[in-house]
């Protein structure tokens, strides 16, 4: 846990902030939590947010995985398409978070898909679909966030 994993940006944006002098991949982080959770965001574009986390080392006392961690994979996720669909003008911060847990699991990884249901000016609001490595959904969780000048 706690590796670096490099993202797969789409070269437009890469190429985008490399003229503001900006190294997106390095720039990206799911932050602390995300690296104690190892959760691997894989793909990262405002149309499509892709990322992982084990099961393992983030379940509740029953041995399921926590509701909370599915929805720290889906703010995460959620967030970095919200913050690409922005630019480099704006920060993603989020307001909304709902969850809906479908199915317990107990080991493996599970797979994170952040798909926009809106891109306004001002908010963002992504569905994301969690599901198991029998690609069974886990949870359905749908994230708003406020798009914010980065000035203010």
């Known amino acids: 846990m706690g590796e670096q994993h490099s993202v797969k940006f789409p ?9 503001l ?13 995300g690296e104690r959770m190892d959760i691997r965001v ?11 986390m084990p099961v ?23 967030s970095v398409g ?3 669909h922005g630019g480099h003008t704006k920060i993603a ?5 709902n969850c809906t847990h479908h199915r317990g699991v107990r080991s493996g990884l599970v797979t994170g898909v952040a798909t926009p249901v809106h891109r306004g000016r001002s908010t963002a609001t992504y569905e994301i679909v969690i599901t198991d490595e029998q690609d069974r959904r886990v949870c359905t969780a749908r994230l708003t966030c406020l798009l914010r000048d980065t000035n203010s």
Do not use: K
């Not at 029953?62 to 961690?69: D, I, M, R, T, V």
């Open 11 to 19: 070269q437009e944006v890469l190429d985008e902030y490399a003229a």
């Open 42 to 52: 894989l793909e990262a574009s405002a149309d499509r947010v892709v990322a992982t």
């Open 82 to 84: 919200a913050m690409l």
């Open 56 to 78: 393992e080392g983030n379940t509740q006392p029953y041995g399921l995985l926590h509701g909370g961690a599915s929805a720290v994979l889906a703010e995460t996720i959620g």
């Open 93 to 97: 911060v989020g307001v909304d978070l």
């Open 21 to 33: 002098g900006i190294d997106l991949p390095s720039l990206f982080s799911a932050g602390h939590l």
